[in-house]
DNA sequence: CCCCTATCTGGAACCGGTTACACATTTAGT
DNA sequence: ACTAAATGTGTAACCGGTTCCAGATAGGGG
């Protein structure tokens, strides 16, 4: 059906061998040669197919990525990032979407290894660990670390104990934390991290727990007030839950941030379109997809790499959600 | 290196055809034979490789799914649609961004070509027509559409006039429309739609340009109310400028919605977080990738499909950004 | 002018599946 | 019991590239 290498071979007047060196600026071919296969080639518009190389090649140009979803406005900043790098180098994304789930993790993954794909970038929890473990080609976790496997993410400790800082910085007495699944291993962290350097401080702790998700963040904020009224700075596990706590916050006539601070995490592009804007703690996303593409490509090409773990900054994004520094 | 046939149908003392067709269900395979087969699979752990399968049959099962940007948070939704229903298929799912950019289309289409996908969803202008037009492989237009191309998208005449009665029997007599890019069809017909029902009304109508991102969002409506002082109900392009709008009102301000009214489009998920609630048309955008998807299967398959056209309804989502309805 | 090497090219095998076909063995029908 | 049809299995060719190897020609040095 479509146009093959030995189409081109026939039409150049040399045999499929000699069409493939040129193709790949491998072993020797004249000059004469080589113009008249690229004229052919151009000639009959012919597109080498991946899938017969891959083939011989035991390599394609497939990079597997696995997130646990999309619909997360978190993730698909980094799946931006990731394809946007890979992209440039001639790879292409097979993507999956995990919901957290094993069963969906390993599917996925065995299906990109049927692929031929030449390397995975994976975002799951680390008790999932073993389903990575002995693969012969390489993975790059991304926001999620395994031991022993490459990793990129956004330091959490620092975020948590930023986020702490800023807040008790900028005069809250008594913080709540909403937490997030403890599974979820970043956020947990960010949460210890946060909780840890609270509790240094002369303030009243308390902890709510919340899901990640739109429909889980409202549901499980509905009562913060009731519970703790008296509470004047929140630190939420996402900005999503924050963005919800800002919502409650001003359903039940308090005024952000003169009576309850509030500060997210992520910096998700609506945290400076909601009113009043979202301060939060920034994760470089899109930074971190490329970091993984970038790394993913380089132990492709056998690159021996020195670092294995790569811990991206965070930084203190300041909008209107916390009174003004110095203030 | 890894399991081959071969090496199963050593295993099973049995040649790689008898394997095949055990593995295929095809010709015959006598009950004991398949039993030793499927012994020795699951003994080897062997898993077909997908890749010379795809190069013998001349298709994969692979879908490549080209979308403008999935950072916008309404095509998570999308693709997430599309790849939830293709799981449960077998297929796997190439993703593209194209940033609405003919050159990363067609980047993109070529390569999916190149990997034996055996159908396409694409999500690009009519102006970009031409690269999907005689494509060997099925392909389903996802959102936008054009003509002769099977798609799925939603009612934006519907959607856009829906908006604007509602807003007008809200009691608004000032109405600004935010009009995103009118290259994006879907963006355009819903301006339109909204223009020509405010038209038939005795009320002031405004038009004010926008992107539809976050970054343009904010700086196209940053003068709205100095433009248009008097204007007390809005009809956003998408949810996204909506939310810039209320932020913006706020700021100056104004009460949403005693004020001024809002009326976003898509219904993503922010819109039940924000304070107040963003009233919306919605668009089925997860019911549209599955739909997309279930389409392009049947389509692979070689069903005859009566219709080509998949017209999804919108509605309206009442929140807190209009007034109630009989108030 | 000869030999050695560098350059150039095609034939054939290979990657790991699938399937057309040939051949062998059952099973069934009369 | 004898043939015809149904069942069961292996061999080999094929999908479209890549690469090893052998053979051919050209170029250079002595």
Redesign the interface.
Known sequence: ??ITIRDVAKEAGVSAATVSRVLNNSGYAHEDTRKAVLDAIQKLNY??????R??FK?K???IGLILP???N?F???L??GV??HL?EEGY??????SDEQLK?EI??L???????VVGIIASVNEAHSDMLKDL?IPVVMLDRTIENLPAVYADQFEGGKLAAEKILELGSKEITIIRGPVEVRPVYERFVSSFQTLRQAAVKINVLDSELT?QG??KSVKMLFDAYPNTDGILACND?VA??V??EA??AGRKVPEDVQIIGYDDI??C????P?LSTIRQPAYEMGAKAAEIIIKKVNREILPYIHCKLPVQFIERESTRKVGK
Chains 1, 2 share one sequence.
């Open positions: 059906m479509a597109k080498p197919n991946e899938v017969a891959s083939l035991q394609s140009k497939l979803d999309i619909t406005p993730f698909p900043a799946a931006r394809e946007d992209r292409r994304l097979i993507i999956g979407n969906q599917d996925y065995d299906t990109f290894i049927q692929h031929n012969k739109f963040a409202s999503i963005v919800a800002m919502n001003q359903r592009s609506i400076e379109l909601v009113y804007g």
